[in-house]
């Protein structure tokens, strides 16, 4: 055997052991793509599924938030208009026709007797004429109230305020307290 058949032979086998040698790189090259490929479509699904879920949350976060600020605005729109009522009802009554008012500031008048059987008596300055009526109550002057009166004991110890405003008050508590038991 010559040196030249030697050197073919090493030749033949050099390129035979490098052609298995690329083919085994080739694959592992491939082994390690298709896990690379496997493993970014399961970062990917997980990534997308975390981004539903997520997304989920921000649309019912944004629903709740959406729902709270309509209650609130219904609930601020109706609380303006009950203060509207209110107001109108009290306007209502500081317009009351002079009989009225006399009729009223007599009843009340009567029913704060009960309370305190003598003493000073305030009202509105329109009904001055029918406080001086007033039994058994001296006049002491005008408050700044839409109707009513406000009578104090002789000894100035008790006070019993029956002005227009004092009445729809309690009133307007009892209301809201109604009104609220319906939704319950």
């Known amino acids: 055997m010559g040196v030249d058949q030697v050197i073919g032979e090493v030749r033949r086998d050099g390129e035979a052991r490098a052609q298995a040698t690329v083919k085994a790189a080739r ?56 203060e509207a009522l209110r107001a109108q009802v009290l306007k209502h009554f500081a317009e009351l026709p002079a009989k009225a008012r006399e009729a009223h500031v007599k009843a009340l008048a009567k029913t704060a007797s009960a309370v305190i059987p003598a003493g000073s008596a305030w009202g509105a300055e329109k009904d001055a004429a029918a406080l001086k009526a ?51």
């Open 27 to 82: 694959q592992e090259a491939d082994a390690i793509l298709a896990a690379a490929k496997a493993q970014a479509k399961a970062h990917e699904k997980a990534r997308l599924e975390a981004a539903a879920r997520e997304s989920e949350q921000v649309k019912a976060q944004a629903l709740s938030r959406a729902e709270s600020e309509a209650r609130k605005a219904v609930l601020t729109a109706e609380a303006e208009l009950r």
């Open 134 to 184: 007033a039994k058994p109550y001296k006049h002491a002057g005008s408050l700044p109230i839409a109707g009513g009166l406000v009578v104090e004991s002789e000894d100035g110890r008790t006070r019993l305020d029956l002005s227009y405003e004092t009445l729809l008050e309690g009133m307007w508590r009892d209301v809201l307290k109604s009104e609220a038991a319906l939704f319950r």
